[in-house]
């Protein structure tokens, strides 16, 4: 099956990044989650940064985490 990946919330990608096994997640991980390009990732979690719902760090790949309002609004 091909084409385009079927719409995910932004609560998605937050409930992931909460319930991760470590407290951060890398674009790469996101990316193999939800089916998307590592752009696409990217673009979504820097989205969702940008709105202070993420917070990140760049090394050899980008990792990022929830902030105070991300976990709260992860947890509604």
């Known amino acids: 099956m091909g084409g385009r990946p079927p719409e995910t919330t932004d609560g998605e990608y937050l409930l992931f990044i909460a319930h991760a096994d470590a407290p951060f997640v890398f674009t ?5 989650r939800f089916g998307v390009s590592q752009q696409g990732a990217y673009a ?6 940008d709105r202070g719902l993420l917070e990140s760090k760049t090394g050899q790949e980008t ?3 929830l902030t105070e309002r991300g ?4 947890n509604r």
Do not use: H, V
């Not at 790469?28 to 193999?32: K, T, V």
């Not at 979504?44 to 940064?49: G, S």
């Not at 976990?71 to 992860?74: D, H, T």
């Open 28 to 32: 790469s991980e996101a990316a193999d």
């Open 44 to 49: 979504r979690l820097a989205d969702l940064r």
């Open 63 to 65: 990792a990022w985490w």
């Open 71 to 74: 976990y709260a609004q992860a």
